[in-house]
Every structure is written in structure tokens, then in C-alpha cells.
């Protein structure tokens, strides 16, 4: 079955940087989309950017615009999130997930994607 393993997160003051990469394993056909989501305690798991795998289309949520950025590497089913410029409201749980369904954007909700890492703890103060 498909297994994703986050790594990288950490802990880091105001305007640091980290990247987080995602392993998939489990799978013979790569996913239609791939994606970053974070939660912090008392609010809902919300999209921090997804990439289309057939066209490497990117999107990203307005907050982190800019300073974030996620890429895949194709020879590697692996999934990357290089953030830049961190602050502390970027701090939360992050987790990668990947979507067999095709068609449209992977801007989807959270629920809408089949299956997530354990996640990967981001801490940003100082």
C-alpha cells in the first residue's frame, strides 16, 4: 500500500529557512497531485501548496506566497517544500498527501486527498 514519510522539520527563529521533503513508496503509477498541509492545535488542516504531477503545475495558499516553494523529483518519488522567510504563524504540523484522482486542480480540500504521512513538526519563534 502507499506509504508517504515526511522529514526535515524543525525548529528555527523568524526568517529562517527549512525544507521538508515527502517520500512515497508503495506505488507503481505516481499520483495526480501532491501536496503540503499544515495544522496547529484548534484549527482545521488548510492546503500550504500542491503541484500537479503530469504538467508540474504549482499553487499555493496566499500566506505563503513568494516564500514557499514545492517542487517533486521525478526520478525519486519524492515531494519537497523549501520555506524561506519563515514566520511564526507558519508554525504548525505539516504533512504530505497525494490525490489518485485526476482532473482539475489539486487545490482540494484536505479530505479530498487519499493519503498522508505522519506529519512533520515546523516550529518557527525566537
Known amino acids: 500500500q502507499v506509504q508517504l514519510v515526511e522529514s526535515g522539520g524543525g525548529s528555527v527563529q523568524p526568517g529562517g529557512s527549512l525544507r521538508l521533503s515527502c517520500s512515497a513508496s508503495?506505488?507503481?503509477?505516481?499520483?495526480?497531485?501532491m501536496g503540503w498541509f499544515r495544522q496547529t492545535p484548534g484549527k482545521e488542516r488548510e492546503g500550504v501548496a500542491t503541484?500537479?504531477?503530469?504538467?508540474?503545475?504549482?499553487d499555493y495558499a496566499d500566506s505563503v506566497k513568494g516564500r514557499f516553494t514545492i517542487s517533486r523529483a521525478n526520478a525519486k518519488n519524492t515531494l519537497y517544500l523549501q520555506m524561506n522567510s519563515l514566520k511564526p504563524e507558519d508554525t504548525a504540523m505539516y504533512y504530505c498527501?497525494?490525490?489518485?484522482?485526476?482532473?482539475?486542480?489539486?487545490?482540494?480540500?484536505?479530505?479530498?486527498?487519499?493519503?498522508w504521512g505522519q506529519g512533520t513538526q515546523v516550529t518557527v519563534s525566537s
Open positions: 498527501a497525494a490525490d489518485w484522482r485526476a482532473g482539475g486542480s489539486c487545490r482540494r480540500a484536505f479530505y479530498d486527498y487519499d493519503y
Open positions: 508503495g506505488t507503481t503509477y505516481s499520483s495526480y497531485c
Open positions: 503541484i500537479r504531477t503530469s504538467d508540474g503545475s504549482t
